[in-house]
C-alpha cells in the first residue's frame, strides 16, 4: 500500500507583523491533513482528515515520516518552511508533491488555490485566509473551530484537485484576466516508485 499525506496549515501571523518575509517567522496555528492507503492502481482504500493545533504539533511527524508522498498547494515554498522550526528533522527531504509547482512549470504562473478549484472543481474556498490570525488570536471556541473548517476544508481541496490531476491528467482556472485555461498534469508516479512499506518488508530479506 501507498502512504500518502494531503496537508495544508494556517499562520498565527502575517508578513507585515513580523517585519520581513521568512515564513519561519510566522508560527503555526493549526495543521490539517488527510492521511490516506492506496492501491497498486492509486485507488484509495482508506483515508482519514485530522488536525493538530500547535500544541499537538509533536504527534504529527509520524505521518508525515510515514509518508510515499507529501501533497500540498504552494506547499514547499511555504508551509514547509512554516513547519521547519516545529520539525525534529528536515522535513524538506521528505517526498513532496506541490500542485502549484507543478502548475507553474506548465502554465508559467503560479494560480491561486481557489481558483484552480473554481475551474476544476465547480466550487472554492469557504473563508478567506485573511482571517486565519484573527481567529488564532481570539480564542473564542466558535473562531477556532471555524479556523479548524476552513483549514480541513482546504486539505479536502486539495486532495480533490490532487486526485483529479492523477485520475483525469487535467486541471482548469482562468487567469487574472479571466481568460480560462486547462492544462495537462501527470501527477503519477515514477515507474521506479516502490512503497517504503515494501522496501521495509524487502529488508527482512
Not at 505521518?63 to 513547519?83: E, Q
Not at 501527477?187 to 512499506?197: H, I, L, M, T
Amino acid at each position: 500500500m501507498i502512504n500518502e499525506v494531503i496537508f495544508d496549515l494556517e499562520t498565527k501571523t502575517f508578513f507585515d507583523e513580523t517585519g520581513d518575509f521568512d515564513p519561519s517567522r510566522l508560527g503555526v496555528s493549526i495543521v490539517s491533513v488527510y492521511q490516506r492507503k492506496l492501491d497498486g492502481n492509486l485507488k484509495e482504500r482508506e483515508g482519514k482528515i485530522l488536525s493538530f493545533w500547535e500544541s499537538d504539533l509533536p504527534n504529527i511527524w509520524p505521518y508525515f515520516f510515514d509518508a510515499d508522498r507529501i501533497v500540498g498547494f504552494n506547499s514547499k515554498r511555504f508551509d514547509v518552511a512554516v513547519l521547519a522550526p516545529y520539525a525534529p528533522r528536515d522535513i524538506a527531504r521528505l517526498p513532496h508533491f506541490d500542485i502549484l509547482e507543478e502548475i507553474k512549470r506548465i502554465h508559467g504562473r503560479r494560480v491561486s488555490l481557489n481558483k484552480v478549484a473554481k475551474g476544476t472543481l465547480g466550487r472554492g474556498k469557504i473563508d478567506s485566509g485573511a482571517n486565519a490570525p484573527a481567529y488564532w488570536k481570539s480564542h473564542d471556541p466558535v473562531k477556532l473551530a471555524k479556523l479548524k473548517k476552513y483549514c480541513e476544508e482546504d486539505v479536502l481541496l486539495t486532495k480533490e484537485l490532487y486526485d483529479h490531476g492523477l485520475t483525469k491528467g487535467f486541471l482548469s482556472f482562468t487567469n487574472f484576466w479571466n481568460t480560462p485555461f486547462s492544462i495537462k498534469v501527470d501527477f503519477s508516479y515514477p515507474p521506479e516508485f516502490s512503497p517504503k512499506s515494501q522496501k521495509s518488508q524487502m529488508g527482512l530479506f
